[in-house]
């Protein structure tokens, strides 16, 4: 009998304990659900920055397929110019200086340059604002050489 009132007493104990440890206080539940609250915002605020790096990289290549194209065509005709004035300088009875040849070397190659830019970028795509604003640069700067070399020497 003393044995079944001990086996009772700490059987109790032990039921006594895991009721009152499984039950928490209002403040812990109140705790643990703002901490809940955090970590499900801060999951919203991950998906829609994922969200947001998707739809602009989608915006970059929309912009990349079009710009590219406009650049591919401003090459071409820069191409042509240049074939023009190489043409324009064999002509019979035309006197140019070497500078003007020169100039117009300088300008084939660095269109040149900008068709590798366009094929290495496309296979990389990384920094799209950068790239966009420093291509758009240098391939105005192209195009005016060739407006000023073209106005300045029709002889």
Same mark, same amino acid.
């Given at each position: 009998? @003393?044995?079944?009132?001990?086996?009772?007493?700490?059987?109790?104990?032990?039921?006594?304990?895991?009721?009152?440890?499984?039950?928490?206080?209002?403040?812990?539940? /109140?705790?643990?659900? &703002?901490? @809940?609250?955090?970590?499900?915002?801060?999951?919203?605020?991950?998906?829609?920055?994922?969200?947001?790096?998707?739809?602009?990289?989608?915006?970059?290549?929309?912009?990349?397929?079009?710009? &590219?194209?406009?650049?591919?065509?401003?090459? &071409?005709?820069?191409?042509?110019?240049?074939?023009?004035?190489?043409?324009?300088?064999?002509?019979?009875?035309?006197?140019?200086?070497?500078?003007?040849?020169?100039? /117009?070397?300088?300008?084939?190659?660095?269109?040149?340059?900008?068709?590798?830019? /366009?094929?290495?970028?496309?296979?990389?795509?990384?920094?799209?604002?950068?790239?966009?604003?420093?291509?758009?640069?240098?391939?105005?700067?192209?195009?005016?050489?060739? &407006?000023?070399?073209?106005?300045?020497? @029709?002889?």
């Amino acid at each position: 009998m @003393k044995k079944t009132i001990i086996i009772l007493a700490v059987t109790a104990a032990f039921m006594a304990e895991a009721v009152f440890s499984g039950c928490q206080s209002a403040d812990q539940k /109140i705790a643990e659900a &703002k901490e @809940k609250v955090q970590d499900a915002n801060q999951d919203l605020k991950l998906e829609q920055n994922k969200a947001n790096t998707a739809a602009q990289k989608t915006a970059n290549a929309e912009a990349w397929k079009v710009l &590219k194209s406009e650049w591919e065509a401003a090459i &071409k005709s820069n191409e042509i110019i240049i074939a023009d004035l190489k043409a324009e300088i064999k002509k019979p009875g035309k006197i140019f200086d070497g500078m003007f040849e020169k100039s /117009i070397n300088e300008l084939e190659q660095k269109n040149k340059e900008m068709k590798i830019r /366009i094929d290495a970028y496309d296979k990389s795509q990384s920094d799209w604002e950068s790239f966009k604003r420093e291509f758009t640069h240098d391939m105005d700067g192209i195009g005016t050489a060739l &407006k000023n070399l073209t106005v300045n020497n @029709k002889r």
